[in-house]
């Protein structure tokens, strides 16, 4: 159970933390000047999930010389989304 507590510790950590960068916007946004593209409708569209982002990231680190991902890093992936929602 110790384990489980970590996990779902950091989780909430990365949840919390993560991707919020509204109090520094304007000091990091490197073209202010330029409207914001929602690129949700073309998204949805394709049919992206996320699944389907996260492969699309890998091909991309695959492509610059990383390894891909485990088959582990999918089967625990899936166990870390049921846990989120």
Same mark, same amino acid.
């Given at each position: 159970? =110790?384990?489980?507590?970590?996990?779902?510790?950091?989780? !909430?950590?990365?949840?919390?933390?993560?991707?919020?960068?509204?109090?520094?916007?304007? !000091?990091?946004?490197?073209?202010?000047?330029?409207?914001?593209?929602?690129?949700? $409708?073309?998204?949805?569209?394709? =049919?992206?999930?996320?699944? =389907?982002?996260? $492969? !699309?990231?890998?091909?991309?680190?695959?492509?610059?010389?990383?390894?891909?991902?485990?088959?582990?890093?999918?089967? =625990?992936?899936?166990?870390?989304?049921?846990? !989120?929602?």
């Amino acid at each position: 159970m =110790k384990f489980y507590s970590v996990i779902l510790f950091l989780l !909430l950590n990365l949840v919390r933390w993560s991707q919020d960068w509204s109090n520094i916007e304007d !000091l990091v946004a490197p073209f202010p000047d330029v409207p914001v593209i929602d690129v949700t $409708k073309a998204m949805i569209e394709q =049919k992206y999930d996320a699944v =389907k982002m996260h $492969k !699309l990231s890998e091909s991309f680190y695959v492509s610059v010389g990383f390894e891909s991902l485990p088959e582990s890093f999918w089967e =625990k992936y899936f166990f870390f989304m049921f846990l !989120l929602f």
